[in-house]
């Protein structure tokens, strides 16, 4: 996925693996969101997800460079990779 600058994508899913691997250093504001399980990974950063207090949810939201587009992903219980 190459993203233009001031672009944005929004990947709402239910229960696929949904993986990115950009070819250069993008620049870019992530916004990932696990509704039931599954996983988020990133290589772009050291960022964690991090699960909420009650349920299985988890979230990871992070900015690369000057963050000129943005990612938007969700997913019910798939796993969510970007790198």
Do not use: H
Request: charged content about 20%; glycine content about 8%.
């Amino acid at each position: 996925m190459l993203l233009a600058r001031s672009n944005s994508a929004n990947i709402p899913d239910e229960k696929s693996t949904f993986r990115c691997f950009f070819l250069c250093s993008e620049q870019a504001s992530f916004n990932l969101k696990n509704n039931a399980g599954g996983d988020i990974v990133t290589g772009l950063t050291s960022a964690k997800a991090k699960r909420v207090k009650y349920g299985p949810s988890s979230t990871l939201s992070f900015e690369t460079g000057n963050a000129s587009s943005s990612v938007r992903a969700s997913t019910v219980s798939g796993l969510i990779e970007v790198k």
